[in-house]
């Protein structure tokens, strides 16, 4: 919920494992995004490996631009269970950067999201994601 621009709705990822050393991702967020209409779900592929869009037993790291949350940088450390990150250049909001930082306790994940707006103005929005 972020009453800055009135966003609220459903939002989902799921992720499906393909073979024991890939897994694709749709994270599908409803309503609206950071001022801008309801963006189309947003697929990708994380492989085993190192880097940008690769898991390893420490974690995984997704580096990407979608058209809801512009260039996008994700890391999931799978031993504390935090999900660190941010993005910039929004394409229907040039100017916002958001980043977010926090953890899962059990099976809920509650992030704080801060947005800092193109006039420099902030704003906070939070997600709440359950494992199921």
Request: charged residues 10%; glycine residues 12%.
């Amino acid at each position: 919920m972020n009453q800055t621009f009135g966003s609220t709705g459903p939002a989902s990822i799921v992720v499906v494992a393909k073979t024991a050393k890939v897994f694709t991702f749709s994270a599908d967020f409803g309503g609206n995004v950071f001022g801008c209409s309801d963006p189309p779900p947003d697929v990708g592929t994380i492989t085993a490996g190192k880097g940008p869009n690769h898991w390893s037993p420490a974690g995984f790291s997704v580096q990407r631009t979608t058209q809801a949350f512009g260039t996008v940088t994700l890391a999931y450390s799978f031993k504390t269970q935090t999900i660190t990150g941010g993005g910039v250049n929004v394409p229907c909001n040039p100017g916002l950067s958001w980043k977010v930082s926090d953890k899962f306790a059990g099976k809920t994940f509650t992030g704080t999201i801060e947005i800092t707006l193109p006039d420099s103005s902030h704003a906070t929005s939070v997600v709440n994601l359950t494992r199921s």
